[in-house]
């Protein structure tokens, strides 16, 4: 049985920090293609159904005693509807106390018939701590079938990587009188 050094990886684990410690801590949003934004003002809708969904998510975890190592975290949001549009109307980021981290959107953002687009938590920005999460809010004007909405973590530790992911969970649905 090959039993490793407690103080072999630290070399290791110095090195890593050092090299991750030269990129930036900002958060960043895969570009939707230009052809698939359209600017919505959301009063102009006549919102059918909509939904707020809750996912957790986790830029550090613990993997020894009182250590924890860094997580990036991608928010993935799929518009499932082979033939309607939705809106996605609020992103955000809390951090493990519910304080309000960072909005995505300043606008809402349409997105078309089986559109997707990320939101990205860089490994090095801890501000979402442990039990980190997002709220998404989206609307639509006809009935769809709902998003698939998760967050993705990826983590390394010396040459060892993982990854692994957060569903979300709606916590609010909106529906008209007019879709029961």
């Known amino acids: 049985m090959l039993k ?103 606008q809402p953002e349409q997105l078309g018939p089986l559109v997707a687009t990320n939101f990205f938590i860089e490994e090095l920005d801890t501000s979402g701590g442990l039990g980190a999460n997002f709220i998404v809010e989206w609307v639509a004007e006809q009935p769809v079938y709902e998003p698939v909405v998760e967050a993705v973590m990826i983590g390394t530790i010396s040459s060892l990587s993982f990854s692994f992911v957060s569903p979300g969970r709606v916590i609010t649905q909106t529906e008209s009188s007019a879709v029961q």
């Open 4 to 106: 490793l050094c407690h103080f072999g990886w630290l070399p290791m684990i110095l090195t890593l920090i050092l090299l991750l410690g030269c990129t930036s801590l900002t958060a960043e949003k895969t570009p939707i293609p230009p052809d698939k934004i359209e600017t919505i003002q959301v009063e102009d809708l006549d919102i059918a159904v909509g939904q707020t969904i809750y996912v957790p998510a986790y830029s550090e975890i613990y993997y020894a005693s009182n250590r924890t190592i860094n997580l990036a975290v991608t928010l993935s949001v799929h518009n499932t509807d082979l033939n309607h549009s939705i809106v996605l109307t609020s992103v955000r980021y809390y951090d493990t106390q519910g304080q309000l981290v960072r909005e995505f959107l300043s």
